[in-house]
């Protein structure tokens, strides 16, 4: 059973960091798009990056480039998301997603393009 699992939300101050850890298993992820998304409270789900089979490409949404990196580690089958400078409306529940077309982007900022989702973990920043 493919699965994902997100790690490492919490409650942080404007302008400090975390990062995040998404998990596969059920099956190598080497070879798929991989994502992060997010919900805030009373909104709806929002793209904000994704990173291609090989690692090598990144997308961003515009509200996080320059802030968030998203980054793959194949051999642990994990993906990150180091969100630096965070602000108040980064404030969500975060989502790892993968998509399951081999070496495919696909659109990879709708939700629809990605079958397998996490959990989702907290992120809570305060002024």
């Known amino acids: 059973q493919v699965q994902v699992a997100e790690s490492g939300g919490g409650l942080l101050q404007a302008g400090g960091s975390l990062r995040l850890s998404c998990v596969g298993s059920g099956r190598s992820f080497r070879t798929y798009t991989m994502a992060w998304f997010r919900r805030a409270p009373g909104k709806e789900i929002e793209f904000v990056a994704a990173?291609?089979?090989?690692?090598?490409?990144?997308y961003y949404a515009d509200s996080v480039k320059g802030r968030f990196t998203i980054s793959k580690d194949s051999a642990e089958n994990t993906i990150y998301l180091q969100m630096n400078d965070v602000r108040s409306d980064d404030t969500a529940v975060y989502y790892c997603a993968s998509n399951d077309r081999t070496y495919a982007m696909g659109d990879y900022r709708s939700d629809a393009t990605y079958p397998y989702w996490g959990q989702g973990t907290q992120v809570t920043v305060s002024a």
């Open positions: 990173i291609s089979w090989s690692g090598q490409n990144q």
